[in-house]
C-alpha cells in the first residue's frame, strides 16, 4: 500500500481534530528547513489560500512562542496577549479563543497544532490533555514523511535499523532495558 502525500495527511487530521475538539478552526503549521519557519500547510475554518502562504518564525507570535517553548499554550482572548501577532486576511479575529499544542519529534517542534474558537473562553485542562492526545498522530505523520523523505529520520533508502540487545529476561517473552540512541559517524556533523 502506497503512503498517501503529506498534505491529503495533514488536511484529514485538521477535519478529524475540528470534529472531535468541537472547534471553529484547526491548522497545522510545519517547521521547514533551511530557513526554519512554520508554515500553514493544512486548515479547517480559513480561506484554502492561506496554505502555504501564512509563515512565522520560530518564536513569532503565539503559534511560534508554542514552538520555541515546546508546551500548550491557551488564551481565552488571543489577539489580547503580549506575543500575539495578526496575520491579515485570515479572519482569526472572528476566533479569538487559542489553543497551540507543539508536535515534537526528535525533541525538538517539528510543528504546532493550533485551535481556535468564536467562544472568548480559555481552553479547559481537560481540553489541552485531549488536543495533546490528538497532536501525536499529527507529529507522527510528519515524522514518517521526514523519514520517507530521509530528512532528520532514518537515512534515504533504509527502511529500518536493528540492534542486539544481551541481558536476562524475567518473564517469559518480556523484557525491560535502557536504550540510548547515540549518532553513527555519518549522522554526527548533523546534531
Keep these: 500500500r502506497r503512503p498517501r502525500p503529506l498534505p491529503e495527511v495533514l488536511g484529514t487530521l485538521c477535519r478529524t481534530v475540528a470534529e472531535i475538539a468541537r472547534v471553529d478552526v484547526v491548522s497545522l503549521y510545519v517547521r521547514e528547513a533551511p530557513e526554519d519557519v512554520l508554515v500553514l ?3 479547517v475554518g480559513f480561506p484554502a489560500s492561506a496554505i502555504g502562504q501564512v509563515r512565522l518564525a520560530v518564536g513569532e507570535g503565539i503559534t511560534g ?7 500548550p499554550v491557551s488564551a481565552a482572548m488571543a489577539p489580547r496577549e503580549e506575543r500575539y501577532k ?3 486576511g485570515l479572519g482569526e479575529e472572528r476566533f479569538p479563543a487559542y ?3 507543539p508536535l515534537v519529534s ?3 517542534a517539528a510543528g504546532v497544532l493550533v485551535l481556535q474558537r468564536r467562544e472568548a473562553r480559555a481552553f479547559s485542562a481537560q481540553e489541552i490533555a485531549l488536543v495533546a492526545a490528538l497532536a501525536a498522530p499529527c507529529a507522527f505523520a510528519l515524522e514518517s514523511a521526514r523519514t520517507r523523505k530521509g530528512e532528520g529520520g532514518l537515512p534515504s533508502g533504509t527502511s529500518s535499523r536493528s540492534a542486539h540487545l544481551t541481558g536476562t529476561g524475567v518473564s517469559p517473552g518480556t523484557a525491560v532495558g535502557h536504550v540510548e540512541l547515540l549518532p553513527s559517524l555519518d549522522e554526527s556533523g548533523r546534531l
Design 41 to 43: 500547510r493544512a486548515n
Design 65 to 71: 512562542f508554542v514552538a520555541e517553548c515546546l508546551r
Design 99 to 101: 489553543l497551540g499544542v
Design 86 to 88: 495578526h496575520v491579515p
Design 106 to 108: 526528535g525533541g525538538t
